[in-house]
């Protein structure tokens, strides 16, 4: 798995931000059954820049959490079953053969405000908006009340996973 990460934000959290992260998209990849390993770029950035993105890509003029940009567009959430490594060029890095599933932008700030408003650490609200991007990634969901009750069992079993829990 390659994570490129880049933290912009200009915050210090006081939390090794990229290892929570690698550990998190690990333990959603194997969650989710991904076949291959796969390669996601992380943006940590502030309110300013995480409004632009979310104005620009989405038409909503209002600071956010987390953004996912996913790379694939999946049939059914988590299924890659319609994936092809060897005629799917586009879809896998031709240097390393990863996956690529697409980007995650946290908003650092943000990040830290819920922790509080929730009563959690940043540790947990950070991992669980990389769980929560993560799944988006790779087809998942929360419009329906269905996809919600799912996506929120996944999300329990990653943050289980990584030994990060209520």
């Not at 038409?59 to 005629?87: A, H, N, Q, W, Y």
């Not at 069992?153 to 990060?164: D, Y």
Request: proline content about 2%; hydrophobic content about 40%.
């Amino acid at each position: 798995m390659t994570l490129n990460y880049e933290d912009e934000s200009g915050l210090n959290l006081g939390l090794p931000l990229k290892e929570i992260a690698e550990a998190v998209i690990q333990a959603s990849l194997k969650d989710v059954g991904c076949p291959w390993d796969a390669e996601v770029n992380l943006l940590v950035t502030g309110e300013q820049r995480i409004r632009e993105m979310n104005r620009d890509f989405r038409g909503i003029d209002r600071v956010t959490d987390v953004l996912s940009f996913p790379m694939l567009e999946f049939e059914r959430s988590g299924d890659f079953s319609f994936l092809r490594k060897e005629e799917d060029d586009s879809a896998f890095n031709p240097s390393t053969g990863e996956l690529l599933l697409g980007d995650i932008v946290i908003c650092a700030g943000r990040a830290a405000l819920q922790a509080q408003e929730y009563g959690h650490s940043v540790k947990r609200e950070f991992a669980f908006l990389t769980a929560h991007s993560m799944l988006h990634l790779t087809g998942f969901d929360h419009i329906e009340e269905k996809e919600r009750l799912e996506m929120e069992e996944h999300q329990r079993r990653i943050m289980e996973a990584v030994g990060i829990v209520r």
